[in-house]
């Protein structure tokens, strides 16, 4: 019989109750009682809901961050926090965030907060962990409560088998940070007593099967970290446990015959993005081995079409037989929970869709059909193939207008008019822009009476004309106090804005929204990512009204917001029909076309953000290359129809772009503004071996955190940046927007990073 299981389900629940819950603790406004009650519950609620699955995940929970879940198992905790009163879900959230819950800091007399841990992208997706922090000094420590707390919650639930899910030591090795430059992989011994411990202990629970997840696999591995793979799990194999080591989100290709023999039960397959892999590993694989595939996606929403499955699953099942089981490509953490919450999405596009729960129904018709045989599951599979052909044959998927302007596009569409020299002559001429001029990444907080307006407004209570006047008290407040802080280049706030990519999806046609499609990008933080189903246009401007009224109420640079194709691309559920390539061109065009009407309206200052160009990049860097040139080039098709005295910006957050500066440098944006502040500048550490050409703004104000920089602290930051970039080509700003800060940490943020400019331009 063919099993199935899953790799994980989402945390932040159907209604986003993890989010609201932890907001409201953190603000001291609820208790720990409350918010872990309410974890329990999330909990139970997702382990019934997949109760009808073989073996269910468990140990997929987190309050903030799987990763740092796995420190705190681990006893990998910053050396910063270890001196503070209260108990380790303080401290979590210490590393997490800065701090923890107003009380609790107030009873550890850490009123004025911790650095927080780096955070950077889990992989290729719009997923933040809380990266690891080691030196060779590092000791592991285990602690293995919580894991050990989920498991009995598990079993205490009827029809739940559980398997626990953990991150496996060397993917956990491989995301951390030496912090002072030493060999991670020298740690290596001391992380697998603490793993070889924590196996035993689950053991001792009685549990059968853990799921160790590496997929650190699915990249390129040099000799050392071959060999440590193999050291690793020689060493864990007489555990106790039945390990099935699960590998997601890229091809092994090389490392097939690795992955094959590694001395585990079991080996987990990404069968959507690695399905050239299948064939080999079945050769490859020993006798006893079992083979979990991965053939549903579990990182877009697309109906999956289990008929074309099932014709090459089935002679893989009659060939295995038990050793087959069946499951999504990777956990579900990156999907929404439930399509059937979705009654005001477009019915046609809706019967295309599958959430979390809906491709565990898939996966269940998938198994009765092995098991059983088509015939068993014949209705579902016959409404199944249904909604597939109707989205392959709609017409409002193709639109011929938009494949003819793809064909006629010329290299010339990239080019700018002159170079970065002559363009920053006549900008400087201008703009009239003191040295290290200050700037915002682009939006403000989005207040409750923002929220509240704008659900009246979705609601029908609010008039079009009493929205857009409420939007615009607003903007006239983020405008007065920018001038009154002093800053330099102004932001119009995008109040009206709900998410930097949402907004523009909703304007362009090729773009369908849900109401509860919702996902974690990190800790509270969720996004509601757009879906791309069709060719895309642009009908009408989209932000130039609101940016024309900011400029009218002040003699300042007003920038105008854009994002870019990139990252409207990556942070939006794409087409799986034609290449990412194509659906970017056609964003590209769409919204070259806002820049260009943007610049005929006055505005002179444009920023394009592209947050999410580096996690486009492929796992294996034999294949960038490909994707940084069609993706530099849809940028550049954005940003260079613009005159030599229009200046353009571009914005990158949580990335460690040091590996792909040059193609960075290809963008020809003639400012580009960056995240260094929980890194502690350690991303300009590219700028020692590159010589940027163009103007940087380094951030210098880590807006996840509640933590207010001190004037110092900036101008150390900005002292350690101009020792690898000319400090005339220097810009000072957040390292990205503060829609979700209040304006009471704010307003003393900004304040202090305009004094340290004042003081930098003072000791020039």
């Known amino acids: 019989m063919v099993l199935t299981h899953n790799l994980g389900f989402p945390r932040i629940g159907a209604k986003r109750e993890l989010k609201f819950a932890l907001e409201s603790y953190w603000k001291g406004a609820s208790s720990r009682e ?38 705190f198992t681990l006893g990998n905790l910053p050396e910063r926090v270890r001196g503070f009163r209260g108990d380790a879900l303080d401290n979590y959230f210490r590393v997490a965030r800065g701090r923890s819950a107003q009380g609790a800091e107030e009873h550890a007399g850490c009123c004025g907060g911790v650095a927080a841990g780096d955070m950077t992208k889990w992989f290729d997706t719009n997923y933040h962990y809380i990266v690891p922090e ?9 602690d293995a409560s919580r894991l050990l707390e989920q498991v009995g919650e598990a079993r205490a639930q ?107 039960a079991g080996l987990h397959l990404d069968a959507i993005n690695g399905r050239d892999d299948v064939a080999p590993l079945l050769n490859l694989l020993p006798a006893h081995k079992v083979l979990s595939l991965g053939v549903v996606d579990g990182r877009n929403i697309w109906k999956t079409d289990l008929n074309a499955v099932l014709d090459w699953a089935e002679p893989i099942a009659a060939r295995l037989g038990d050793r087959l089981w069946i499951a999504p490509s990777c956990s579900l953490l990156h999907v929404p929970v439930d399509l059937d919450g979705e009654q005001k999405l477009d019915p046609e596009i809706r019967s295309w869709l599958a959430y979390a729960l809906q491709k565990l129904e898939e996966l269940k018709v998938l198994a009765t059909a092995l098991n059983e045989g088509r015939s068993a599951v014949r209705q579902a599979l016959a409404a199944n193939q249904q909604a597939v052909s109707a989205r392959r044959a709609s017409p409002r998927v193709h639109n011929p207008a938009v494949k003819a302007a793809i064909a006629q596009q010329d290299a010339t569409l990239g080019r700018r008019k002159s170079d970065y020299a002559r363009r920053a002559t006549v900008q400087a001429a201008r703009l009239r822009l003191p040295a290290f ?164 309206a006055g505005v002179r200052v444009i920023q394009i953000d592209e947050a999410a160009l580096r996690e486009g990049l492929p796992l294996r860097k034999s294949q960038w290359k490909h994707y940084l040139d069609w993706a530099v080039e849809c940028f550049r098709i954005t940003a ?85 970039i000319p400090a005339e080509r220097l810009w000072v700003n957040p390292d990205c927007g503060l829609k979700t800060r209040q304006w009471s940490e704010v307003i003393p943020a900004l304040a202090n990073m305009v004094e340290a400019a004042r003081a930098l331009r003072a000791a020039a």
């Open 158 to 264: 009827q029809g739940v088998k559980a398997k626990p899910v953990i991150i496996g030591p060397l993917t956990y090795l491989a995301v951390g940070k030496a912090k002072d430059g030493s060999d991670k992989l020298a740690l290596l011994p001391r992380l697998l007593v603490a793993y070889a411990d924590l196996l035993a202990a689950l053991a001792g629970q009685g549990v059968e099967w853990v799921q160790i997840d590496e997929p650190l696999l699915a990249t390129e591995l040099d000799a050392d970290w071959q060999h440590a793979f193999n050291n690793a799990y020689h060493q864990l194999k007489s555990a106790g446990v039945k390990l099935l080591l699960a590998t997601y989100f890229g091809q092994l290709l090389e490392n097939q015959y690795l992955a094959a023999n590694l001395p585990v």
């Open 640 to 724: 260079n129809g613009v005159e030599d005295d229009t200046q353009i910006h571009t914005h990158m957050c949580y990335s460690e772009f040091n590996d792909i500066i040059a193609s960075i440098a290809d963008m020809d944006a003639d400012v580009i503004t960056i995240e260094t502040s929980r890194s502690d500048m350690e991303l300009l550490d590219a700028f020692e071996h590159f010589r940027y050409p163009n103007e940087i703004g380094p951030g210098v104000y880590d807006i996840h955190s509640p933590n207010i920089p001190t004037q110092e602290h900036i101008v150390r930051l900005m002292r350690k940046a101009a020792e690898r």
């Open 34 to 71: 409350e918010l872990t009650s309410l974890g329990a519950q999330l909990r139970q609620r997702h382990w019934q809901q997949q109760a009808g699955l073989d073996l269910v995940p468990v140990g997929d929970f987190a309050f903030y961050d799987q990763v740092l879940d796995m420190s």
């Open 134 to 142: 080691f030196t060779a000094q590092t000791e592991f420590t285990l």
């Open 437 to 600: 001029p200050t700037t915002t990444i682009g939006s403000f907080p989005q207040t409750e009476e923002i929220r509240h307006a704008r659900s009246r407004f979705k609601a029908g209570e609010l008039d079009e004309a009493g929205y857009k006047a409420a939007m615009q008290a607003e903007i006239a407040r983020s405008v007065r106090e920018q001038e009154a802080l002093g800053l330099d280049v102004l932001v119009h706030g995008e109040a009206e804005r709900n998410d930097m990519v949402e907004y523009f999806g909703e304007q362009l046609d090729g773009y369908a929204f849900s109401q509860f499609g919702w996902v974690q990008s990190y800790g509270s933080r969720c996004v509601k990512p757009p879906i791309l189903f069709g060719d895309i246009t642009r009908p009408r401007a989209m932000t130039v009204e609101w940016i024309r009224y900011a400029q009218s109420l002040t003699s300042k640079p007003m920038k105008g917001m854009l994002t870019g194709p990139v990252t409207i691309l990556n942070w939006s559920f794409v087409r799986d029909d034609q290449p990412r390539s194509a659906s970017c061109k056609q964003l590209a065009l769409a919204i070259r076309q806002e820049v260009l009407d943007l610049e005929r």
